[in-house]
């Protein structure tokens, strides 16, 4: 979608850092971190969130949760913990409507979250 900000971060016309990339899947640091480490994992084709996915995402969807875990061990958190996390919809705090997964670590978290 050409209206979408992280399909044009996967296009390369708005520019990112690239902490993991291969075939299917995308991640790159987040423009406004709220952790010492707050990577964002994407599907580089666009999926709204994962209220909008089909039966032909399976794929797809298990190849961003090995994206998100080698994000974490490329970035240390492996061993003392770390967040992933997924926003959906307005309630949620969904502000950008392309599935992203946060990779979120470097420092400890509050249960329940806010
Ligand atoms: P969410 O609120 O769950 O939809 O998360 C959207 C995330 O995208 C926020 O953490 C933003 O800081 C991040 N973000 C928005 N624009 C960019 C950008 N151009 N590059 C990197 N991260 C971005
Ligand atoms: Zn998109």
């Known amino acids: 979608m050409s209206d979408c900000i992280f399909c044009q971060i996967v296009d390369g016309s708005i520019p990112s850092t690239t902490v993991y990339e291969d075939e299917d899947c995308l991640a ?50 492996a061993e003392q913990g770390y967040r992933v996390v ?9 502000t950008v409507f392309h599935l992203h997964f946060h990779v979120l670590g470097g420092r400890g978290f509050h249960w329940p979250p806010g």
Request: some cysteine.
């Open 28 to 77: 790159f640091e987040d423009l406004n971190p709220q952790a010492p480490v707050h990577a964002l994992v994407i599907p580089k084709r666009h999926i709204i969130s994962l209220a909008k996915i089909q039966e032909g995402d399976q794929s797809v969807l298990g190849q961003l949760m090995i994206a998100c875990s080698r994000v974490a061990q490329q970035k240390g958190l």
């Open 86 to 94: 997924t926003n959906i919809g307005k309630e949620a705090g969904q």
